[in-house]
């Protein structure tokens, strides 16, 4: 959905689909150096640590990147993205 719907480009062409993602470190962002990051806080969605992900993405090496510096990283809505994907009503709050 986030490459056919909205026309991003995945910044590593290697990484393969999956149900939770993939682990990466800070250099590895660094290295391949995205347009844009998007964001899903997995910790926001079932604690009550609202802003845990910007707490770990606020460093030197993250400040660096294109996204960082044109202020394209994208905190998407973790309890839609996370806990209720596929229904429509969750569908239409993704694209908003």
Known sequence: ??????????ADKQIKSS????SVGFEYIAEKNPDYLLV????????????????VLDNEIIK????AKN????Y??????YLAFGGLE???????
Do not use: C
């Open 19 to 22: 149900t939770h993602g993939m």
């Open 40 to 55: 899903i806080d997995r910790t926001a969605a079932i604690t009550d640590k609202a802003d845990n992900a910007k707490q």
């Open 71 to 74: 202020n394209h990283i994208v």
């Open 1 to 10: 959905m986030i490459y056919t719907g909205f026309g991003f480009t995945p």
């Open 90 to 96: 969750s569908m239409e709050s993704m694209v908003s």
């Open 64 to 67: 660096k990147t294109k996204a």
């Open 76 to 81: 998407l809505d973790s309890s839609i993205w």
